[in-house]
């Protein structure tokens, strides 16, 4: 039912002509912490995004290879100087399922902030902002640009010197490029609708002038991070943690099972058993361990601090670090060799659980987890990489969960000791049990080489690679369960235990799920785990992958191509002119997709629309094909810089110069969007333009009737 809701507002926003027109759905504002500063003082640079309904503005920091991440320039003064990042207060955060990254963005109000030193007493800042904004109604994404400006004076009256101009008159005073235009007068601002601090909060009055000049008060202006969490905290993040956690409560009772903690379970209850007050004893022992492996996680959470997982999610060193790491500890569970702590400390610590009482039993705690570390470190290590990635709680939730599941057995057995005799003896089934393990870890490393291989574009693990070496490992996985092969320290198999047999079973199966992947198929159930099938050089459904040959004529080099790419082997440009040459040469019409790298919706269209054979048929035979990204980075060579007539800035960048293509040729700047021109007329329309909307037959009949208007029938 939300499908069809979504794609009924969708095509009324259409015929009504919305998707035709600019749109500025987010309007920011900006103001400082302070208003007049004086040299010495640190203060914060408070931005304020308000978005329209049904509209959500992306945050500074999330991962890399999804919507675009919004960024501030600011214009070197020596007036102040930067003091640490940028940073959003707050933001929204989930798993993005189309670019398969974890993005952070703002529903209604947001607040960016930037930390400077106030070098001087007359204080100027100016700049320009980046990002982008995306509808859930009508499935369009906007970037959204702009510039700002902000001046302060020491000792001075805010009405006469914290001078703050709105978007649009920056935009006009660069435009004019007049000095006289970037002043404002004593009447123009007692005209303006002051942003008063009450409480510490900025006023929805306020932030619904944005688009006037405003004036500071002389009170702080922040929004409470305390009414943004509680409005815009997603049920999907504590959906996350709870997950993360019973993750790490199964690890945790999963490492009793290993060789070096399953033979202390009944030799440990025993003992609380002889005890006077042997369950309270065995209650403190429990909470003991978990203490410890919380107090290593909250230590772990402190050093990283709050900036750390989007460091760790995207730069080199962390996830080869992480990478690396996993490799040891799976090569340790395989029987490669022992990680072991240095025995002197081991044996000081136990030393001191002799000491009885109750301090006696949490070193006897200590103690296990120190003996059971070449067991239990690889699995502490596996959470804490995975719990490191998340927000700062994650560690410690993730140890709390790992120490709940490794005390337990130790607890309940002390309250029912006539369980002891039902456990099953130590053995070589343990051993199994670890070198399963040491195959999921060595499965496990390859994501953080792959966060790095497609962050940098090293293209040294591409999609079929991966899934060759998963393939490779979960077969010998299987294998060594059957008995097939064994390793180091394993028992020989004389014959196969049902639930030996049903696990091997398992594994066999996921193996034979991941196999279409090497020919092309989506995986969707492992989506979050392997590299995009963009990286993957053989698609089945596509031959090689390359674009087809649907003209021979058509150029062998192509402007961009070299990281640019069509979906679907459809054969096209990504510069219009270059398109415009090409379809005047073999007479038919062009098909624009104004589209971006960080556009949900737009792929979405090409997995769903495009992929359509009666729509790839028309794509491929009737139009000539040309990309344009509205918010690729690549700088252009300097004689083909222009200055825009929309806002009078300069256009140094690919997808600056697109976006302002769409935005003065078509008075649209969202995406998707579809315009079918004639290359003869100066792109001139032959149909009403087109945005998101996933109903394929009124995609054709779009397609077609373009198609006759140009043919003149």
Same mark, same amino acid.
Request: charge should be neutral; glycine fraction near 8%.
């Given at each position: ?40 003082e ?10 329209d ?57 947001g ?26 109604a ?24 914290a ?14 490029t ?8 004593t ?23 944005v ?33 993360f956690?019973?993750i790490?409560?199964g ?8 060789p ?182 060595l ?35 299987? &294998? ?43 995986l969707?159930?492992?989506s ?70 960080g ?5 979405k ?24 990204y509205v ?44 315009c ?16 998101f ?5 009124k995609?054709i009949?779009? &397609? ?10």
């Amino acid at each position: 039912m939300k499908k069809i809701l979504f794609v009924l507002i969708a095509f009324l926003a259409f015929v009504t002509g919305v998707d035709a027109q600019k749109i500025t759905p987010s309007k920011w504002s900006w103001a400082l912490s302070k208003p007049n500063p004086a040299a010495g003082e640190t203060v914060d640079i408070i931005f304020t995004i308000k978005s329209d309904k049904t509209w959500h503005h992306f945050a500074t920091d999330f991962d890399e290879g999804g919507p675009i991440i919004t960024t501030v320039k600011f214009k070197p003064n020596d007036s102040y100087e930067l003091v640490g990042k940028l940073k959003s207060i707050n933001p929204i955060r989930k798993k993005d399922e189309i670019f398969e990254v974890n993005v952070a963005y703002f529903e209604g109000k947001g607040e960016i902030r930037q930390t400077i030193k106030v070098l001087k007493d007359n204080l100027l800042i100016e700049g320009t902002h980046d990002g982008q904004a995306c509808s859930d109604a009508t499935g369009q994404c906007v970037p959204i640009k702009g510039a700002f400006k902000l001046e302060a004076k020491a000792g001075a009256t805010t009405d006469a010197t914290a001078k703050k101009k709105s978007e649009d008159e920056l935009n006009n005073e660069v435009a004019k490029t007049t000095e006289e235009n970037t002043k404002t007068t004593t009447e123009q601002e007692e005209k303006t609708v002051p942003i008063t601090a009450v409480t510490n909060s900025v006023t929805d009055t306020a932030m619904e002038t944005v688009s006037a000049p405003v004036s500071i008060s002389t009170d702080s202006v922040t929004t409470t991070s305390e009414t943004i969490s509680a409005t815009n905290e997603p049920k999907k993040e504590e959906e996350s943690i709870l997950t993360f956690f019973l993750i790490a409560l199964g690890v945790g009772l999963a490492t009793c099972l290993t060789p070096c903690v399953y033979p202390l379970i009944p030799m440990t209850v025993s003992f609380f058993i002889k005890q006077k007050n042997g369950v309270g004893k065995a209650f403190l022992y429990g909470a003991s361990i978990i203490g410890i492996y919380v107090l290593f996680g909250t230590i772990i959470a402190a050093t990283l601090g709050q900036a750390a997982p989007n460091f760790i999610s995207t730069h080199w060193i962390p996830n080869l670090l992480f990478f690396a790491i996993f490799v040891i500890f799976g090569l340790s569970f395989l029987g490669l060799f022992e990680i072991q702590l240095p025995s002197q400390f081991v044996n000081n610590v136990d030393a001191q659980s002799d000491r009885g009482g109750w301090i006696g039993i949490f070193f006897m705690a200590f103690t296990l987890a120190l003996v059971s570390f070449s067991c239990t470190g690889p699995f502490v290590g596996t959470l804490l990489g995975l719990g490191a990635s998340g927000k700062f709680i994650k560690p410690i939730i993730g140890m709390f969960g790992f120490g709940l599941g490794l005390a337990s057995p130790f607890v309940l057995l002390a309250l029912s000791p006539s369980l002891l005799k039902k456990i099953p003896k130590s053995g070589g089934w343990m051993n199994t049990i670890k070198v399963f393990f040491g195959f999921l870890e060595l499965a496990l490393a390859l994501k953080f080489l792959s966060t790095v291989d497609q962050t940098y574009h090293w293209r040294i693990l591409d999609r079929e690679i991966y899934l060759a070496i998963w393939i490779a490992i979960f077969t010998l996985m299987g &294998l060594h369960l059957l008995g097939k092969f064994q390793m180091p320290h394993d028992d020989k198999v004389e014959k196969l235990s049902v639930g030996r047999l049903m696990v091997a079973l398992t594994v066999f199966s996921f193996v034979v799920y991941l196999f279409p992947g090497m020919f092309g198929a989506p995986l969707k159930a492992m989506s979050g785990l392997l590299p995009p099938i963009e990286t993957q050089d053989f698609v089945l459904s596509k031959g090689t992958g390359e674009a087809e040959n649907q003209n021979s004529d058509f150029p062998k080099e192509v402007k961009y191509s070299s990281f640019l790419k069509l979906p679907h082997g459809i054969q096209g440009f990504f510069d219009y002119k270059e398109a415009a040459a090409y379809a005047k040469s073999v007479n038919k019409p062009i098909f624009i997709d104004f589209t971006g790298h960080g556009c949900v919706n737009c792929r979405k269209m090409e997995a769903s629309v495009w992929a359509d054979p009666e729509v790839l048929k028309r794509l491929k035979n009737d139009y000539v094909v040309v990309a344009l990204y509205v918010d690729d980075k690549t700088e252009l060579p300097k004689n083909e810089w222009f200055t825009s007539k929309d806002d009078g800035l300069e256009k140094t960048t690919l997808g600056d110069q697109n976006l302002d293509f769409e935005i003065t040729k078509f008075n649209a700047n969202a995406q998707p969007y579809y315009c079918l021109v004639n290359p003869n007329e100066d792109a001139k329309l032959l149909v009403e333009p087109r945005a998101f909307d996933q109903d394929i037959q009124k995609f054709i009949a779009f &397609l077609d009737a373009g198609k006759a208007k140009f043919e003149g029938k």
